[in-house]
């Protein structure tokens, strides 16, 4: 019991970390129609930024606190996402407007190749270390419940809370505000947001921007939790079946698609893993994103597909 | 279509002569979760006959064709097409029983040539496989020649050659109406069922549209169905008219009953007509 | 003439690199006015809106001579955004409502360049005013609204950002004939009251040159005809052709038989 | 000779209906299949043949089998690594258990493709879109692990690394460069012809009649089960096929890992760049993904060193990441249609030279 | 222009596992270029062309086709990978290039009467497992102390992953251990549910095969479930300063099998490197890292091909360019004693290595070594891994990729050529 226990939080813990990066997706697709193939590669080139600020910053300006390292590491990064933002609004959506998904997929299919290739060129390709002070040691809780208590990452549960946060403010904007209505209406149509004033390059920047820092914040997670090395773009392909099973364009479908997938794979690799010889979460946490779609194919809290004549 | 020449020919043309019901539709109900789209509709089609079927926007008669369709499927009623009767259909079945239609919204394969659209409506009746399709070899070859003439003449009808290579998406709206058309005369239908294919044109083009209507209906005797807002044509060229309403069933008769109509007036036609 | 609030002068239109479309058409709207813009199928009415709207990139369609002028200001370079700013605001052919917002959303996404509260409260009701239709399929998604009730709504969303240039395509079309009444009678509405200007491109020449200034005919790229409206509706060819009521008495589209026609301007 | 098709009226149906109705293009094709077959295997190197032609060929074929479904059916897929993945294992358990010819066993290889394509395919009869690519994607990470872990696939060999050698296509051996090349190009050749005549039957207008609007196929007639499980029966049968190719002739010897997501990715890649729902653009498609790379890779030394600076290992590598990343989203804007289409508008534009419309 | 000994370089320095890849290849090289600061071969200088794979199979038989007939003929190919290995394996001995493999690639290789081509010289993934589980015996006291014990494999799924199982099952047979194996998907990154079971089943030792970053994934994760490090021993390729560097202190205890050789900057190989290359400005990588762990295996991987070379010279004409076919000669006859070693300045690093015609490893010795938080160091002696075990297996195994293959072994007379 105490191990199902321990499985399962472990399970809502990976799927919050892999809804932080889920997020990026739906935010993207939920604005533009865009699937951003790019956003494992914005994670890393975020974490990238930031290793290496961390680790210049002090050099540079002669200072040694690790937390203003950190802190202004951040700040920089940010930046440098913004950047991003800007120059990909400018060389490549602005000239795609009003174009089919897949043509935009393969654009960001070249924005993946740009930015691993500038972030390796700029960051290097070793791997790097983010340290922010996330704790490390385990938390054994209801030791006495359980024989052996229950194992509780602290690392996790504070990435966790940070996912969570994140996730309701976005909710709240996309929901509430006019310019969440106007991200809306233009994943729905280029040409009709358009004719009505809303100003794609702006939006699109927004956006971006906004994907960036969810980027930034998830490689800050995941990159202090791995190190941050090439890798940790795979991420993304983890966070895919969240990203469907919560529903393309539902922000809380994130969170509920992570908190699933997460508790999917990790008790099916447990439980049933042994007794197929093991590695089957990967498959599994897609299995299970398509058993639900088959009950509800836009996914959990997806926008309805529509097609009518 | 003008004395057009004969293997895999349409029944000849019959000439006009408004026959038995063909298509009877009886007590339908449609909801969308709280909106009514349709209550309680009946009316019947005889064959040969051009039934037009008009009302206010979102009175529900498109909903109506695509429940005659089987796109939607009705909570109510039955619907009896040549003697048999349905609780709701198939739009496979109902294709290979021989009703098409035209869509208001345009619903063309946008990637596909001109003639790739009408020549999918001939598909029901494509016999060769796959494989004989693969190797194009013998009959598959002769079939898509046989085919290729039965839709190259509807083309002609149509007045539409110049863009049979063209791809539909970069057509103006009034012509991608026409091959709309072209693909549904291509299955060679009993029943047409039309939605709004004058919206859109200007007086000559309705003219004209108006002309190959008529023309099908006379000359292979199909039955037509049609929505249509522009009174003008719904009163020239239909033999009967029913009138919907906020999804329900207004008026039906004559071009002149229903014209005459106090309530069809007063919920659709205003006063200039 | 009063002044010109648009001036296209001379524009030619490419799309994808090789389709030539608009071949030179010059064309003024005075301020205050309605212009119409008639012509049949494929004659580039919708290009020639898109060109002066700026929405031929995502067409991949280019201007590729001439020049537009929007108060003597030349715009081809501005976005689509910069013109709703000025004012001017397209309602596309076709609808484009946003499926899955609601009508209601619809409705405010167009005030998007508003920023006073009460004016887009006030425009939400207004448009709502216009259209009663409208109101009770609020809440409704889009794209599961009728043909008609999406014409409303793409128009109507165009005046939440009043706009005090109007290009109105095709608005007519799918309407059920008292709402075309009623849509024109927004238009005139508009038009005095609020003294917003509109280019109007329409098949429903009848309506069109009843309730416009002046009208311009297009023929396969080129404007062939203009002339006051009234003008316009008295001229023979438009009679015959565009209100269908050539020597006399109204053809009834039973009796028009298919013998070729020939238009005198294209002689 | 001018690209005009002024003067060639088609008096026939059957004329107009030839797979090129246009007479240059004819002579086009033509000559390139004698290049192909005849002047390339005297000219090229071997390496020539061995890292780039064969790649590049197989790679065209296991496109196109992704394009009919893609591009053609419009049905998202992110499992071509696994058809692939099931035609290699599948022709090698047939090739060494049974020990068939080399030919068959592909073939055979193709059919289980097949089967595993319409199993996973059955899910495109409710799920669309991009929550498709999930169902393809379970069928990636599922074959993934199916040849890793069951050992019988891999005829128990301990790393679950396979390998072939021996092929032979009656009695003439397949080992030196060019008849491996031959051998490839045959297969492509004829599968792109079987392709395009399936994709301008009714079947091809089928799956782009589900592609393009389903409802609306749906109305006259067309089923959209069948449409679309054909569709996946088709594109993963040649996918298959390649697939077998890819393991037996470049690999030879294999781990699952040469299957991976990774080459999912990339050939709905080509797909795209190549232009969906064009059997020319799977070739321009694999082209650009396949060989771009490698000859960015060979080209920028030299390019650095015209300019004087000699770059890194890793430095080439990194700018070949950018100029290929570059490359991508300029032709797209270029073109967002794909290669194949700016290849048409090309031809377009020849046939009205000299003037510009 | 002929004068000059090819060898191509296959190399990753970017992707996911650029971080391992690179200082590989940095020390490869270096080597190379000591070797031309020395004065070549008899004085038959290098040359080389590096070329990225991307650790990728496809890639890298590309690089190898490409690279093979350059300037006159690649001498032997390196291709660090076992998928690549695996690829090459079968087009080698047409293209009559040696396949070098140290410390990966087939262990079946090891057979050269049957991989006439493939020189997994120095050690095996067999001989590793083995020596790893000679080290846990010395620290429990015997073999017999195995019976009951629960070892848990922690692998990269894949076959490189899978290499050590046949030994280990073997090993469990003959001793009554209880083996565990748990893959871990490719690349790594996440491996809780790994770590879950490894918690709740309490293995009294976990081996860890990974590479790149799955190994200090692996480390950071038993850090949260508290899994003692100590119970941890990696294979060579995780055992390197990229695994644990940004582990730190989390990693201190954590042991790995060796490829004879650690982190060597003392030796005087590296001092040489430091002075010849680097000292001349012609360092490939950072200072720093001359004499890290991959840097010396790359090191050490370039000076058996060149020691190949060597003797094959010695057999075929002293200062002249050798063929490949000539190379092979020299790598299946490699006696590389103390004193050369020592003249090599490989003192220390490693132990005498000869090879046969029967015999391509030569060797089957390895070390342990722990990281302390900041460097790794030796805390074992020399272990041999068991012929009795490993021959047996070697043979089985190649006889069955033979059978397969439709291979006849070679004949002694074919081993005197
Ligand atoms: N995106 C496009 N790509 C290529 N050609 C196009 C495109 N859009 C329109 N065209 C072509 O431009 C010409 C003019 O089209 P346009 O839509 O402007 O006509 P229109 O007058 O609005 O017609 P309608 O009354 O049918 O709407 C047509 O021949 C059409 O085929
Ligand atoms: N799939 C659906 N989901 C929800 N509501 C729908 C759906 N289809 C139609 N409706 C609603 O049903 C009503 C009738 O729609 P329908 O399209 O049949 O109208 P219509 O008579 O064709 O109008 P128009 O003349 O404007 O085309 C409308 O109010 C519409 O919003
Ligand atoms: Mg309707
Ligand atoms: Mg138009």
Not at chain 5, 220 to 229: D, I, L, M, Q, S
């Given at each position: 019991?105490?191990?199902?226990l321990e ?5 809502l ?12 997706f ?9 699937f951003?193939f790019?956003?494992?590669a914005?994670?890393?080139?975020a ?5 290496r600020?961390a680790?210049?910053?002090?050099k540079?300006?002669?200072f040694s606190?690790p937390v203003?390292?950190?802190?202004l ?20 959506l ?9 043509t935009l997929?393969?654009a ?5 190749y740009l ?6 060129t700029l960051f290097?390709s070793?791997i790097?270390k ?5 704790p490390?040691?385990?938390l ?13 990452n602290?690392?996790d549960?504070?990435a966790?809370g940070?996912a969570a946060v994140?996730v309701i ?5 996309f929901q509430?505000?006019g310019?969440g209505?106007?991200?809306r209406?233009?994943a729905?149509?280029?040409?009709a ?11 699109w920047v ?9 980027a930034l914040?998830?490689g800050m997670?995941w990159?202090?939790k ?11 392909l983890?966070?895919?079946p969240?990203?469907i099973?919560g529903?393309?364009t539902s922000?809380?479908?994130a ?7 997460g508790v999917g794979?990790?008790?099916?690799e447990?439980?049933i893993?042994p007794l ?9 946490a897609?299995?299970l994103?398509?058993?639900f779609?088959?009950?509800?194919p ?9 097609d009518?004549? | ?10 029944p000849?043309?019959t ?5 038995d019901?063909i298509l009877?539709v ?6 969308f979760?709280?909106?009514k789209?349709l209550?309680?509709?009946s009316?019947d ?5 051009i039934?037009a079927?008009?009302?206010p926007?979102?009175?529900g ?13 009705p ?9 048999k009767?349905?609780?709701h259909?198939?739009?496979r079945q ?7 239609r ?8 946008k ?13 029901l ?6 494989f004989l399709?693969?190797l194009?070899i013998?009959?598959?070859e002769?079939?898509?020649i046989?085919h290729?003439e039965?839709?190259?003449r509807?083309?002609?009808?149509l007045?539409?050659?110049a863009y049979?290579?063209?791809?539909v998406?970069q057509l103006p709206y009034?012509l ?7 693909r549904?005369?291509a299955m060679?239908?009993?029943v047409?069922?039309l ?22 209906n006379?000359e292979?005797g199909?039955?037509?169905?049609l929505?249509e807002?522009?009174?003008g ?6 033999d009967?008219?029913?009138v919907?309403?906020y999804?329900k069933k207004?008026?039906d ?8 109509n106090?309530?069809?007036?007063n919920?659709?036609?205003g006063?200039?007509h | 003439?009063?002044d ?7 524009i030619?239109v490419?799309?994808n690199?090789?389709?030539?479309v ?5 064309l003024?709207?005075?301020d205050g006015?309605?212009v119409?813009?008639?012509g049949g ?7 020639t ?7 031929l ?13 929007l ?16 004012g001017?605001?397209?309602?596309m ?14 409705l ?5 360049t508003?920023s006073?509260k ?7 009701e207004?448009v709502?005013?216009y259209?009663?239709r409208?109101k ?5 998604q ?5 043909g ?5 709504c ?11 240039l109007?290009l ?8 059920a004939?008292?709402i075309?009444e ?8 508009l038009?005095?009251?609020?003294k ?8 429903n ?8 200034d002046y ?9 062939v005809?203009?002339?006051p409206?009234?003008e316009?509706a008295t001229?023979e060819d438009?009679k015959?052709?565009?209100?269908g ?7 009834s589209f039973?009796d028009?038989?298919?013998y070729?026609r ?6 | ?5 002024n003067?060639q009226?088609?008096?026939t149906y ?6 090129f ?14 290049v192909?077959f005849v ?5 090229a ?6 890292a780039?032609?064969?790649?590049f060929l197989?790679?065209s074929l ?12 419009g049905q ?5 690594g696994?058809?692939m ?9 047939i090739?060494?258990r049974?020990g068939?010819?080399v030919v068959?066993?592909?073939?055979l ?9 319409i199993?996973f395919?059955?899910p495109s ?7 498709l690519?999930v169902?393809t ?5 599922f074959?993934?692990w199916m ?7 891999t ?5 679950g ?29 004829v ?22 609007m389903?409802?609306a196929?749906?109305v006259?007639?067309i089923r ?11 594109s993963?049968?040649?996918?298959g096929?390649a697939?077998g190719l ?11 890992a040469?299957?991976s ?15 969906m729902g064009?059997i020319?653009g799977s070739?321009?498609?694999a ?12 080209a ?10 000699t770059?890194?290992t890793?430095g080439i590598?990194?700018?070949?990441f950018?100029?290929f990343?570059?490359?991508?989203v ?6 967002p ?6 290849w048409a ?7 009205l030279?000299p003037f510009p419309h | 222009?002929a ?12 992707g996911?596992f650029a971080?391992n890849g ?10 190379l ?7 070549g071969i ?5 040359s ?7 650790y990728?199979?496809?890639r890298?038989v590309?690089c ?10 690649a001498?032997?190919?390196q ?11 079968e087009?080698?001995?047409?293209d009559?290039?040696?396949l070098?493999?140290i410390?990966y ?12 081509w493939?020189?997994p ?11 790893i ?9 015997g ?9 848990a ?7 490189y992953?899978?290499e050590?199982?046949p ?5 469990e047979?003959?001793h009554?251990y209880?083996l565990?194996?748990l893959?871990?998907a ?5 491996q809780?549910s790994?770590?879950?079971q ?5 293995p009294?030792?976990?081996l860890l095969?990974?590479?790149g970053?799955m ?16 119970k941890m ?8 300063e990229?695994?644990?560097k940004?582990v ?5 205890g954590?042991?790995a099998?060796?490829m004879?050789?650690g982190a ?13 290359v680097?000292?001349k ?6 200072k720093?890292e ?17 020691e190949?070379i060597?003797?094959a ?5 002293k200062?002249k360019?050798m063929?490949g076919?000539q190379?092979?000669?020299g ?12 003249a090599?300045?490989?003192a220390g690093v ?14 089957a ?8 938080g900041?460097k790794?160091n ?7 891994a068991?012929e009795?075990?490993i021959?047996?297996?070697?043979k089985?195994?190649?006889g069955?990729?033979?059978?397969e293959?439709?291979l006849s072994?070679?004949?002694?007379a074919?081993?005197q050529?």
């Amino acid at each position: 019991m105490g191990f199902f226990l321990e499985t399962l939080l472990g399970g809502l813990m990976t799927g919050m970390l892999y809804a932080l990066v889920a997020l990026g997706f739906v935010l993207i697709f939920k604005a533009s129609g865009v699937f951003n193939f790019a956003q494992g590669a914005m994670v890393l080139f975020a974490a990238l930024a930031m290793a290496r600020f961390a680790e210049w910053l002090p050099k540079w300006l002669g200072f040694s606190s690790p937390v203003l390292a950190n802190v202004l590491a951040f700040i920089l990064a940010g930046v440098v996402m913004f950047a991003v933002a800007w120059v990909v609004e400018r060389l490549v959506l602005r000239h795609l407007v009003n174009q089919e998904g897949a043509t935009l997929l393969m654009a960001t299919l070249g924005i993946t190749y740009l930015l691993d290739g500038i972030g390796q060129t700029l960051f290097g390709s070793d791997i790097y270390k983010i340290d922010v002070g996330m704790p490390k040691d385990p938390l054994i809780a209801f030791e006495s419940t359980f024989q052996g208590g229950i194992l509780i990452n602290k690392e996790d549960v504070i990435a966790a809370g940070i996912a969570a946060v994140l996730v309701i403010a976005l909710s709240l904007f996309f929901q509430k505000t006019g310019t969440g209505r106007a991200l809306r209406a233009v994943a729905d149509d280029h040409q009709a947001a358009q004719s009505i004033g809303i100003p794609l390059n702006r939006i699109w920047v927004i956006v971006w921007c906004v994907a960036g820092v969810v980027a930034l914040v998830a490689g800050m997670i995941w990159g202090s939790k791995l190190g941050v090395q090439f890798s940790l773009a795979t991420v993304a392909l983890r966070a895919l079946p969240v990203v469907i099973l919560g529903g393309l364009t539902s922000v809380p479908g994130a969170i509920i698609g992570g908190l699933i997938i997460g508790v999917g794979e990790k008790l099916s690799e447990v439980y049933i893993g042994p007794l197929v010889g093991g590695g089957i979460e990967i498959w599994f946490a897609y299995v299970l994103a398509l058993g639900f779609l088959l009950v509800r194919p836009q996914g959990l809290f997806g926008e309805k597909i529509i097609d009518r004549v | 279509m003008h004395a057009a020449p004969s293997p895999a020919q349409p029944p000849a043309g019959t000439g006009r002569k408004v026959g038995d019901v063909i298509l009877d539709v009886k007590n339908i109900s449609l909801a969308f979760g709280g909106v009514k789209a349709l209550t309680d509709i009946s009316f019947d089609v005889r064959e040969h006959e051009i039934r037009a079927i008009i009302g206010p926007n979102g009175a529900g008669k498109s909903s109506m064709l695509n429940c005659i369709n089987g796109v939607y499927q009705p909570q109510q009623g039955t619907i009896t097409f040549r003697g048999k009767t349905f609780a709701h259909m198939k739009s496979r079945q109902v294709a290979e029983m021989g009703i098409a239609r035209t869509f208001q919204n345009l619903a063309l394969f946008k990637g596909m040539s001109v003639l790739d659209n009408i020549m999918t409506g001939r598909n029901l009746r494509i016999r060769s496989n796959i494989f004989l399709q693969a190797l194009r070899i013998g009959p598959a070859e002769k079939e898509e020649i046989q085919h290729r003439e039965y839709v190259e003449r509807i083309i002609d009808f149509l007045e539409i050659q110049a863009y049979r290579k063209t791809p539909v998406g970069q057509l103006p709206y009034g012509l991608q109406k026409r091959v709309d058309l072209a693909r549904a005369l291509a299955m060679e239908p009993q029943v047409l069922l039309l939605d709004e294919p004058m919206a859109g044109m200007n007086l000559e083009e309705k003219q004209d549209m108006c002309r190959f209507v008529l023309d099908v209906n006379d000359e292979f005797g199909t039955t037509v169905v049609l929505i249509e807002h522009d009174m003008g044509v719904v009163m020239d060229i239909s033999d009967r008219v029913v009138v919907l309403d906020y999804g329900k069933k207004i008026g039906d008769g004559s071009p002149e009953e229903v014209r005459a109509n106090p309530e069809v007036i007063n919920a659709y036609l205003g006063t200039q007509h | 003439m009063k002044d010109i609030v648009l001036n296209v002068n001379g524009i030619e239109v490419i799309y994808n690199h090789v389709i030539l479309v608009l071949k030179g058409v010059s064309l003024q709207v005075p301020d205050g006015r309605i212009v119409a813009l008639l012509g049949g199928n494929g004659a580039g009415k919708t290009t020639t809106l898109r060109a002066v709207s700026n929405l031929l990139k995502g067409e991949r369609g280019e201007v590729t001579k001439g020049s537009i002028e929007l108060r003597g200001e030349r715009i081809e370079n501005l976005t689509p955004a910069d013109l709703v700013q000025r004012g001017v605001v397209q309602v596309m052919e076709g609808r484009h409502c946003f499926a899955h917002l609601t009508i209601e959303e619809n409705l405010l996404t167009g005030a998007y360049t508003r920023s006073s509260k009460q004016e887009v409260a006030a425009n939400l009701e207004k448009v709502y005013n216009y259209f009663p239709r409208l109101k009770t399929r609020r809440t409704s998604q889009a794209a599961y609204t009728s043909g008609g009730e999406q014409q409303m709504c793409a128009i109507g969303r165009a005046l939440m950002a009043n706009p005090n240039l109007v290009l109105l395509d095709e608005p007519s079309m799918g309407l059920a004939p008292q709402i075309v009444e009623e849509v024109f009678e927004i238009v005139k509405d508009l038009n005095q009251k609020e003294k917003v200007t509109f280019l109007l491109a329409e098949q429903n020449t009848n309506m069109a040159l009843k309730y416009a200034d002046y009208g311009y005919i297009m023929e396969s790229g080129r404007i062939v005809m203009d002339g006051p409206a009234a003008e316009l509706a008295t001229n023979e060819d438009v009679k015959e052709f565009y209100l269908g009521v050539g020597g006399g008495e109204r053809k009834s589209f039973r009796d028009v038989k298919s013998y070729k026609r020939r238009k005198r301007w294209l002689a | 000779m001018i690209y005009r098709e002024n003067g060639q009226f088609k008096t026939t149906y059957r004329a107009d209906q030839q797979i090129f109705p246009i007479a240059q293009d004819r002579v086009a094709i033509a000559l390139m299949l004698v290049v192909a077959f005849v002047v390339v295997p005297g000219l090229a190197s071997d390496y020539m043949f061995r890292a780039i032609l064969i790649p590049f060929l197989i790679m065209s074929l296991a496109a196109l089998g992704v394009n009919i479904l893609v591009g053609y059916c419009g049905q998202i897929s992110l499992g071509s690594g696994a058809f692939m993945a099931v035609g290699a294992y599948g022709a090698y358990n047939i090739f060494m258990r049974t020990g068939m010819p080399v030919v068959p066993s592909l073939l055979l290889g193709g059919l289980c493709a097949t089967v595993f394509g319409i199993l996973f395919g059955l899910p495109s009869l409710r799920v669309k879109g991009l929550y498709l690519a999930v169902a393809t994607l379970a069928a990636q990470f599922f074959a993934d692990w199916m040849f890793l872990r069951i050992k019988w696939f891999t005829m128990d060999t301990p790393s679950g690394s396979v390998a072939v050698s021996n092929l032979q296509v009656l009695g003439w051996p397949i080992e030196s460069a060019v008849s491996k090349y031959l051998f490839c190009l045959a297969f492509v050749v004829v599968m792109a012809l079987l392709a395009k005549n399936l994709v301008r039957s009714a079947i091809g207008r089928e799956w782009m009649a589900i592609r393009d609007m389903d409802v609306a196929a749906a109305v006259i007639g067309i089923r959209p089960m069948y449409a679309k499980l054909s569709a996946f029966a088709v594109s993963s049968f040649i996918v298959g096929v390649a697939g077998g190719l890819w393991a037996f002739v470049y690999l030879g010897a294999w781990e699952p890992a040469a299957f991976s997501v990774d080459m999912s990715f990339r050939l709905l890649f080509m797909v795209i760049i190549g232009g969906m729902g064009s059997i020319m653009g799977s070739f321009f498609g694999a082209f650009f993904i396949v060989i771009l790379p490698i000859f960015l890779n060979q080209a920028l030394p030299a390019v650095g060193s015209l300019v004087g600076v000699t770059i890194s290992t890793a430095g080439i590598s990194h700018t070949e990441f950018i100029v290929f990343g570059a490359l991508i989203v300029w032709f797209l804007i270029v073109e967002p249609h794909g290669l194949a289409r700016l290849w048409a508008v090309g031809k377009q534009k020849l046939r009205l030279w000299p003037f510009p419309h | 222009q002929a004068k000059e000994q090819f060898i191509p370089v296959l190399s990753y320095r970017t992707g996911p596992f650029a971080p391992n890849g690179t200082p590989w290849a940095n020390g490869y090289v270096d080597y190379l270029k000591l070797v031309n600061a020395r004065g070549g071969i008899n004085g038959v200088k290098l040359s080389f062309e590096e070329c990225e794979t991307g650790y990728d199979t496809a890639r890298s038989v590309e690089c190898y086709e490409r690279l093979k007939g350059k300037n006159g003929g690649a001498s032997l190919v390196q291709p660090l990978s076992t998928g690549a290995t695996y690829a090459i394996t079968e087009k080698a001995p047409g293209d009559k290039i040696p396949l070098v493999t140290i410390g990966y690639g087939r262990s079946e290789a090891a057979d050269g009467t049957i991989f006439k081509w493939n020189f997994p010289i120095a050690g095996t993934y067999w001989v590793a497992a083995d020596a790893i589980l000679q080290a846990i015996v010395k620290k429990e006291g015997g073999w017999d102390k195995l019976k009951g014990k629960k070892i848990a494999l922690v692998y990269h799924d894949s076959p490189y992953g899978k290499e050590p199982i046949p030994l280990l099952q073997e090993r469990e047979k003959m001793h009554g251990y209880q083996l565990s194996l748990l893959p871990v998907a490719s690349p790594g990154v996440e491996q809780k549910s790994t770590w879950l079971q490894i918690r709740q089943s309490r293995p009294d030792y976990v081996l860890l095969w990974g590479w790149g970053v799955m190994n200090s994934t692996a480390l950071k994760e038993a850090v949260a479930t508290g899994y003692p490090r100590e119970k941890m021993y990696g294979v060579w390729w995780s055992g390197a300063e990229p695994d644990v560097k940004d582990v730190g202190d989390g990693a201190k205890g954590y042991n790995a099998v060796t490829m004879q050789h650690g982190a060597e900057p003392q030796s005087k190989v590296v001092k040489d490197i430091l002075a010849m290359v680097h000292g001349k400005g012609q360092g490939t990588g950072p200072k720093e890292e001359v004499g890290q762990v991959l840097y010396m295996r790359g090191a050490m991987s370039a000076m058996l091909g060149v020691e190949g070379i060597r003797a094959a010279q010695e057999r075929f004409g002293k200062g002249k360019v050798m063929t490949g076919e000539q190379v092979r000669w020299g790598l299946e006859n490699l006696n590389l004693t103390q004193a050369k070693l020592d003249a090599l300045g490989f003192a220390g690093v490693m132990r005498p290595i000869s090879t046969s015609c029967v015999d391509h490893m030569g060797a089957a010795w390895a070390r342990i070594h722990t990281w302390d938080g900041s460097k790794w160091n030796f805390t074992s002696d020399w272990l041999q891994a068991d012929e009795q075990v490993i021959k047996p297996l070697v043979k089985t195994t190649a006889g069955k990729y033979a059978a397969e293959k439709k291979l006849s072994p070679r004949t002694p007379a074919d081993c005197q050529s």
